[in-house]
Nanobody
Framework: QVQLVESGGGLVQAGGSLRLSCAASISIFGIRLMGWYRQATGKQRELVATTTSGGSTNYADSVKGRFTISRDNAKNTVYLQMNSLKPEDTAVYYC?????????WGQGTQVTVSS
């Protein structure tokens, strides 16, 4: 069972920044896809950003230009740098690992952006 542990969430004012971290219990070198998703109260979970083993990235339109996903294979950690945060970014953020049938989720970390 792969474990993913998120950290770095918190309360921030609009316009501020946070950096989320996701530490994996296994090596993420070669893992096909690592990503961040979020779920706001009363809404479905949605994709925020993903990064492939080759370094390609993909972002939701709502966060393009503000969020940056990165992965440090040596530390088995994926990051989400979030800048220019908006109240609508408030949600629980989940880390995800997806590798050819192996899939795992973290427990989530709360991000709250005040106006």
């Amino acid at each position: 069972q792969v474990q993913l542990v998120e950290s770095g969430g918190g309360l921030v004012q609009a316009g501020g920044s946070l950096r989320l971290s996701c530490a994996a219990s296994i090596s993420i070198f070669g893992i096909r896809l690592m990503g961040w998703y979020r779920q706001a109260t009363g809404k479905q979970r949605e994709l925020v950003a993903t990064t492939t083993s080759g370094g390609s990235t993909n972002y939701a339109d709502s966060v393009k230009g503000r969020f940056t996903i990165s992965r440090d294979n040596a530390k088995n950690t994926v990051y989400l740098q979030m800048n220019s945060l908006k109240p609508e970014d408030t949600a629980v953020y989940y880390c995800n690992l997806d590798h050819y049938g192996l899939r795992s989720w973290g427990q989530g970390t709360q991000v709250t952006v005040s106006s």
